[in-house]
């Protein structure tokens, strides 16, 4: 199998984490430090017919709280992956690469719950 | 940033972050880097006999010359030296790495750093400074620094595992009469904490690594807020293995908020054996 090529580490630190326009934001008044997040779920081809017979959920729901919350509702559309990181460095007292390591990390997440996309650095949302 | 490690102690810039290292006295290295890239590169090998310095810096040449530029005359014959401290210095053009050398004769081992960019400015201002601030780690007590963390321990206590995560190090050290001492640290305190307690923590910590909590105290320890558990953990030893002895324990959680971080000092033992003082381990 090919390998996916890999960012280096400049392409990753500019580029730009934009939201799901399409996922649902809410905080319950019962949890208001919480935010929920709920991704309608698409189901194509054969998957889309599977779902429908057996009345697959049609949308996830996920709870950001603390720190998860605080850089989530960072992400606008125009802070890199860069600035994300020197502000969570600068605000938790972690050197570069902690801050970076982390920030990755909870990226990954956010894009494979479909809460996020990563743009390549350098690009701009609207385009 | 003190970086102590096995047989050596330097002193390395701030920003200075270790991207690579090795936890094997033999063998082993350290990569440094920051925002800009690569920093430097620090290895050490065992020898039992004293090395050429100046063979070793045009060896090196020689492979950089035939690997980067092959077009090039391959003569190590121009390389300018200068010894540094403990350090015999070579390097040729701006732009191409530096490399300084030195053996310790006591342990015997040879010391490398590799900087890359040379420049005669980062010579003088960063390079010869880290070099000049070598010290042997050679004391009864040994200094141990790197990832935030630095303490010290007798001589024979040797480092068996490091686990080095984003805001998460840990470094175990044990001595052959299986006194084991865990040295942890934690970043993102609000985050660790924001639905427990230093007390609740420290609990689940102890809890997930098989000891058995026998007490909790919490006081302050240095003006900070600190948890002491008495513990006991299985024996891995001798008798006390065959028939499941328990080996006393005592786990220290401190928690810096000057720092932001959570710090644990996890040490188990035989029991005719004296746990250290964390006022030796990590000293003010």
């Known amino acids: ?127 | 940033m003190k970086l102590a490690w096995h047989e050596f102690i330097f002193d390395l810039p701030d920003d200075w972050e270790a991207t690579r290292y090795s936890i094997g006295a033999p063998v082993g290295r350290f990569e440094f880097a920051n925002r800009s890239g690569g920093l430097g590169r620090l290895s050490w090998e065992k020898s039992k006999r004293i090395p050429d310095d100046h063979r070793i810096v045009a060896e090196y040449y020689r492979h950089y010359m035939d690997r980067h530029h092959p077009e090039r005359e391959k003569s190590a014959g121009r390389i300018q030296t200068v010894q540094t401290g403990r350090f015999y210095v070579g390097y040729r053009h701006e732009g191409e790495p530096c490399q300084a050398v030195a053996y310790l004769e006591k342990p015997g081992i040879i010391l490398m750093w590799l900087f890359p960019d040379y420049s005669p400015r980062r010579l003088a201002e960063v390079w010869q400074p880290i070099l000049n601030s070598f010290e042997p780690n050679d004391g009864s007590w040994r200094a141990w620094g790197g990832f935030g963390v630095q303490c010290r321990l007798p001589r024979e206590f040797e480092l068996e595992q490091a686990q080095v995560l984003p805001a998460d190090v840990w470094l175990e050290f044990q001595h052959k009469n299986m006194h084991r001492v865990d040295i942890h640290r934690w970043g993102l305190p609000r985050e660790l904490l924001a639905t427990r307690d230093l007390p609740a923590f420290a609990a689940y910590i102890s809890k997930g690594s098989g000891v058995r909590v026998l007490a909790t105290r919490t006081e302050t320890w240095r003006g900070m807020v600190s948890v002491v558990l008495t513990t006991e953990t299985r024996g891995t030893r001798g008798m006390d293995r065959l028939f499941s002895s328990y080996w006393p324990g005592k786990t220290r959680f401190w928690h810096n908020t000057d720092e932001k971080r959570i710090y644990a000092c996890v040490q188990t033992a035989p029991k005719k054996l004296d746990l250290l003082r964390e006022e030796e381990v990590f000293p003010e």
């Open chain 1, 1 to 127: 199998m090919k390998a996916k090529p890999q960012l280096d580490f400049e392409t990753q630190l500019q580029a730009i984490p934009v939201r799901n326009e399409s996922v649902n934001m809410t905080t319950d008044d019962d949890k208001p430090d919480a935010l929920t997040a709920e991704v309608r779920l698409k189901y194509r081809g054969v998957m889309k017919l599977l779902a429908k017979l057996t009345y697959a959920r049609e949308s996830r729901r996920f709870e950001l709280t603390g720190l998860a919350r605080e850089i989530f509702e960072r992400i606008d559309g125009k802070l890199t992956v860069e600035r994300l990181v020197l502000t969570l460095a600068a605000d938790e007292k972690l050197t570069f690469f902690e801050a970076r390591g982390l920030i990755n990390h909870y990226l990954r997440d956010l894009m494979q719950r479909g809460l996020i996309v990563i743009l390549g650095g350098g690009a701009h949302p609207e385009s």
